[in-house]
């Protein structure tokens, strides 16, 4: 009795095998950006969990890639120079009364401009604090938070 079965030779099937993980995860096969892992507590970690699966693939015409280590409490697009952090600590900054903030479809952003580097933006007035950090070809645009405000707005409800 023939069998029907085809077998692939190790090499196709550990590509075929990497293009699978790749395509599930929904991140490129490169490395990924190096970025910090928040620790936030269970309320807000579920929140952030929701946000990460309602973020969008492109942002500012970058595409979504992987973040080191990976984590549902990190993303990154374009290589890092983009990159959201969720359940972050509450930043000092914004006990300041003269704190730049800025809103972006209904998200209240603080502002915080960073030597060197483009500007870093918190979300105010919610159960976890979703920082977005953008590199210096950022430095004066903030439009990039237009595409993670609907993604906020659903996933991470406001504080009272």
């Known amino acids: 009795m023939k069998s029907s079965h085809r077998y692939l030779r190790p090499s196709a099937a550990a590509g075929a095998a990497a293009v699978l993980l790749a395509t599930a995860a929904g991140c490129s096969t490169g ?20 946000l990460h699966a309602e973020l969008p693939d492109t942002v500012a015409g970058l595409e979504r890639t992987g973040t080191k280590p ?3 409490l990190t993303a990154a697009w374009g290589d890092g120079a983009i990159v959201l952090r969720c359940g972050v600590p509450r ?6 009364p003269q704190a ?7 998200v ?10 483009g500007p870093r933006f918190t979300s105010t007035y919610r159960k976890a604090y979703v920082e977005v950090s953008l590199d210096e070809r950022f430095a004066h645009d903030t439009g990039p938070l237009v595409a993670f405000a609907g993604p906020v707005s659903r996933t991470v409800p406001p504080s009272l």
């Open 70 to 72: 990976r984590s549902e």
């Open 108 to 117: 209240a952003w603080l502002v915080e401009q960073r030597e060197g580097d």
């Open 31 to 50: 490395a990924g950006a190096p970025v910090p892992v928040p620790s936030p507590p269970g309320e807000a970690a579920a929140a952030c969990r929701a």
């Open 100 to 106: 730049e903030a800025i809103e972006a479809d209904g």
């Open 91 to 96: 930043p000092a900054r914004m006990s300041d």
